[in-house]
């Protein structure tokens, strides 16, 4: 049988330019299986490509492989027709099979070459490994992140403050168990209805606007909102509300957290109450009667003040108790407010006095008609506990522009038209315009309107008197006096002024910022080159405050100043009014490290022993014995007993009030230490105090004796 395969390869009619190598016998069966073999596998490739790209419907590159696997099975093809011809291999089968497999090969390298050209770029080991860490770096960070958010979620879910989450409409998309808790309503009750703050009637319209305001600019915002639970039950919460944008700047959401502060309203109602609301009464107090007043002078309409007073009332408080004349207050409150008009004001100032504002009563007839009628009504008896008793009152009256213009005047005024009403018997009513003596009156007040606007409209000015040293003729130190430079009305003598000040209460302000404007001088004084210390007077009101060390203090260290370079004066009266606080005073001010002088000394009532126990610094001698010092009175006398007696307690010695040559001779012969007065130089402003005692000058001294 191999014989007659092999004369097949053998015998004609293959021409002898195409004839194939007859391969040897022994050979036959190896070259048969070998060509087997690649045949099927041939075949086997499209077979694979397929069943691979069956499984594998994700790659975006299909007709390559598909080519590949058309052109192994044409060549495949191709050698079987080749194997099983027993001659060359050409006709139209075999041309076709090659010029298929051709062009497949081709096709398929055209469609092959941008794959392999990605093929190209793929990363390496290395770049594989740095791959996978990066990816694994993600992968803790997104669980760290996830954890945090975990945690994030806990803490608002568990937070006692409200939280929602709305979209960019306001329709809730979150609600935390908090604001559950307090509204009333559940989680999915409130999915998809819109958050309170964008209801027009729980904001201020004045606060919604800036609500949007602040939202458009992407700010937070933060107010108060009245809310209502569920059943109706109002309640009050401090919203923030914040937008939330996303990574390219678009609004998504807001968040809003809210606080209840119901009970720090409620707080607030009551502290209210308490601070502008008498609770015997439950009328306005003085300091919302005050605020009223101020109110309807802005209105700048015609109305009386009525200042009353109930009539001896301190007899019934001895007689049946202050329970009981609480009680009649509350009584009196009642009818009053029956015989007044809706418009009217009434408050109770404190004890058994009432102040009432009537709009429109500015005429004193109608004002008189008014008084007139609470008159009557007060006449009536009162029946309290099974008592009847009587209570009448008086009334002081005044009117509004008529009287004045100011609300503590008009009070005023009215309380001093109610004091003449007691005065002629009780039991009537007085205007203020009916007082005598009106006209000295009228000026005191217009005085004490002015003072209490001097302040801030910086009228108040400060000059410096030099105190002269005795020996050196140098001026070692000043003292701060007060003017006030008042428009139309020049210099005020501050005889005027400051009495109305002590009388006022207004001193206190004033000799703070007296104390301010010196500490201030002193140190611009010092950078300047002049080192001199300055006294500042301590008046009677200021020194009796129980905060005023406090308040030095606080305006030492403001300042910065030189406590060596300060000294209070304090007048011999002052400190005699209540000796031992007096001394506790005095000697917490000198622990300060502050100067200290006894003013107008010789004028009071000076206890010797006292005397002894104040750690003061300096005596000044009143002018009043100086003036006469020259003369042969028993004025020189009191004046060297008061220098003797200053210098054996270790205390030096001012003389005030120092005009003549005669005086400033008898001071120095009887070693008398500092001087002060017009002989040396008038109180003249800081400027000129400046340049007459700066460094390399002549002592004052010296530049008196000068032609």
Not at 439 to 451: P, R, V, W
Not at 532 to 561: C, W, Y
Request: glycine content about 6%.
């Amino acid at each position: 049988m191999i014989e007659s395969l092999l004369s097949l390869f053998a015998s004609p009619p293959f021409p002898a330019r195409l004839e194939m190598p007859v391969p040897p016998p022994q050979l036959f069966w190896p070259n048969l299986i070998a060509d087997g073999l690649l045949a099927l596998a041939f075949y086997a490739i499209p077979f694979a490509l397929w069943a691979f790209l069956r499984h594998r419907n994700d790659l975006p590159r299909r007709g390559p492989p598909l080519l590949l696997g058309g052109f192994a099975l044409l060549c495949g093809s191709y050698h079987l027709l080749h194997l099983w011809t027993p001659g060359p291999v050409d006709g139209v089968p075999a041309l076709a099979l090659k010029v298929s497999a051709a062009l497949a090969a081709l096709v398929a390298a055209l469609r092959l070459r941008p794959v392999l050209a990605g093929l190209m770029d793929l990363p390496d080991s290395r770049q594989l490994l740095a791959t996978n860490q990066a990816l694994e770096t993600a992968l803790q960070e997104h669980q760290e992140t996830a954890g945090e958010m975990r945690k994030l979620s806990l803490a608002v879910e568990h937070s006692p403050s409200m939280v929602l989450i709305t979209d960019r409409d306001g329709l809730i998309e979150y609600c935390n168990p908090a604001f559950s808790k307090l509204s009333g309503f559940g989680r999915q009750e409130m999915m998809g209805r819109r958050a309170s703050i964008w209801y027009p009637d729980r904001v201020d319209p004045a606060a919604r606007q800036t609500l949007w305001d602040k939202l458009k600019r992407g700010e937070t915002w933060e107010g108060e909102v009245r809310e209502q639970n569920k059943n109706g039950v109002p309640y009050w919460c401090l919203q923030y509300v914040a937008p939330i944008r996303d990574e390219r700047g678009r609004l998504i959401h807001y968040v809003v957290m809210s606080h209840d502060i119901s009970e720090l309203k409620q707080s607030e109602a009551t502290i209210r109450r308490l601070a502008y609301f008498d609770p015997v009464t439950e009328l306005p107090n003085r300091a919302l009667f005050m605020e009223r007043l101020r109110g309807t002078l802005a209105d700048d309409q015609g109305f009386a003040v009525f200042h009353l007073d109930l009539d001896r009332f301190k007899n019934i408080n001895d007689d049946q108790g202050h329970a009981f004349g609480d009680r009649v207050l509350a009584a009196v409150a009642g009818r009053l407010r029956q015989s007044l008009r809706d418009q009217d004001i009434l408050a109770r100032l404190g004890d058994d006095e009432f102040a009432l504002i009537l709009p429109g009563l500015s005429h004193p007839a109608l004002a008189g008609a008014a008084a007139t009628a609470i008159g009557e009504a007060m006449k009536e008896a009162w029946v309290i506990d099974g008592h009847t008793l009587f209570v009448t009152a008086s009334i002081g009256i005044s009117l509004y522009p008529t009287d004045h213009a100011d609300p503590e005047q008009l009070l005023k005024m009215a309380d001093a038209a109610l004091g003449r009403a007691k005065e002629l018997g009780r039991n009537q009513y007085q205007f203020y315009k009916e007082l005598p003596r009106r006209k000295d009156g009228e000026k005191n007040l217009a005085l004490e309107t002015g003072l209490r606007y001097a302040l801030e409209r910086g009228e108040l000015e400060v000059y410096y008197q030099p105190k002269v040293e005795v020996d050196s003729g140098r001026c070692y130190a000043a003292e701060a006096l007060l003017r006030w430079r008042r428009p139309g009305h020049g210099l005020v003598s501050p005889g005027q002024f400051i009495p109305l000040a002590e009388e006022s209460g207004l001193i206190v302000e004033i000799g703070e910022w007296l104390l301010r404007t010196v500490c201030l001088q002193i140190a611009q004084w010092r950078d300047a080159g002049l080192d001199m210390a300055v006294a500042v007077n301590l008046s009677p009101h200021q020194f009796r405050q129980k905060n005023l060390l406090e308040r030095i203090d606080a305006i030492l260290e403001a300042t910065g100043t030189d406590r060596s370079r300060l000294e209070f004066e304090i007048t011999e009266s002052t400190m005699m009014h209540d000796p031992q606080q007096a001394v506790d005073t005095v000697r917490r001010l000198k622990s300060r490290g502050l100067a200290l002088s006894i003013d107008d000394f010789g004028t009071g009532y000076s206890s010797l022993s006292y005397l002894k126990l104040f750690p003061v610094d300096y005596l000044k001698i009143d002018r009043s014995f100086v003036q006469d010092i020259d003369a042969q009175q028993a004025d020189p006398r009191i004046v060297r007993a008061i220098i003797a007696l200053a210098h054996s307690l270790d205390i030096r010695v001012v003389a005030e009030g120092v005009e003549t040559a005669g005086q400033f001779e008898f001071l120095k012969r009887h070693q008398c230490d500092l001087i002060q007065g017009y002989f040396f130089g008038p109180p003249m402003p800081a400027d000129e105090l400046m340049e007459r005692a700066r460094p390399g000058r002549p002592s004052l001294l010296a530049q008196r004796d000068r032609p």
